[in-house]
């Protein structure tokens, strides 16, 4: 069951713009959400997180929005930077379990010099 | 060790035959986790362990699949009998407590069934 969804498999943007990928979820009871990054050959890293009380996190370039009535949250960087391009999982889970955690399917970001 | 690691980095089998993945979370990791990849999926949940308990090995898609975790540390991944579809990139993670925390990913194994 597809509990998180990330319908784009590919974004490619321009050095220096904004990519903006998304990430959908179905379960309601989701609270607590993560983005991770992934390079070949590499296991995924985590990049930021979010909980659900609140709609907004920034760490640096990087800021996750969360729109809990949408189920809907996304991951915007700017300025976007060659190093950036990798794989990006969105995850999900209940009360911030990590052995009930959900992973979509990735998104592949190209950022072009 | 800085990070989790995994062994083998690759592992190509022969369907039929059994293989062992094997995980050196981070020292000090209570929260061990085995997930895998298939090739346009995401990340799959398959075990967790807390020290050397698995509370719930529901995740494990057949009774082909089995883990252990020993001394709290090291865990293998087996799997018996290999079939194709069990062809895939397998990821172990470990975190300091079991939730709100990040989980550190190894390298993992890509494992193919011929």
């Known amino acids: 069951d597809q509990q998180v969804k990330q319908n784009s498999p590919s974004l490619s943007v321009q050095e220096g713009r904004i990519s903006i990928l998304n990430c959908d979820y179905t379960?309601?009871?989701?609270?607590?959400f993560l983005w991770y990054k992934k390079y070949p050959a590499e296991g995924p890293t985590f990049l930021i997180s979010i909980s659900s009380i609140k709609d907004k996190n920034e760490d640096g370039r990087f800021t996750v929005f969360l729109n809990k009535s949408a189920k809907h949250l996304s991951l915007h960087i700017v300025p976007s930077q060659p190093g950036d391009s990798a794989v990006y999982f969105c995850a999900a889970s209940q009360s911030g379990n990590n052995n009930d955690m959900r992973f979509g399917a990735g998104t592949r970001l190209t950022v072009k010099p | 060790g800085a990070g989790v690691s995994q062994s083998p980095s690759n592992k190509v089998t022969e369907k039929g035959k059994d293989v062992e993945l094997r995980c050196d979370p981070i020292s000090g990791h209570t929260a061990l986790y085995w997930y895998r990849q298939s090739l346009g999926q995401g990340l799959e949940f398959l075990i967790y362990f807390q020290g050397n308990s698995a509370p719930d090995k529901s995740g494990l898609p057949s009774d082909r699949f089995s883990a252990e975790r020993t001394g709290g540390s090291v865990s293998t991944l087996t799997i018996q009998r290999t079939q194709q579809e069990d062809s895939a990139v397998y990821l172990c993670?470990?975190?300091?407590?079991?939730?709100?925390?990040?989980?550190?990913f190894g390298p993992g194994t890509r494992l193919t069934v011929l």
């Open positions: 993670a470990s975190s300091l407590v079991p939730s709100y925390n990040e989980q550190f």
């Open positions: 379960n309601s009871m989701f609270d607590y």
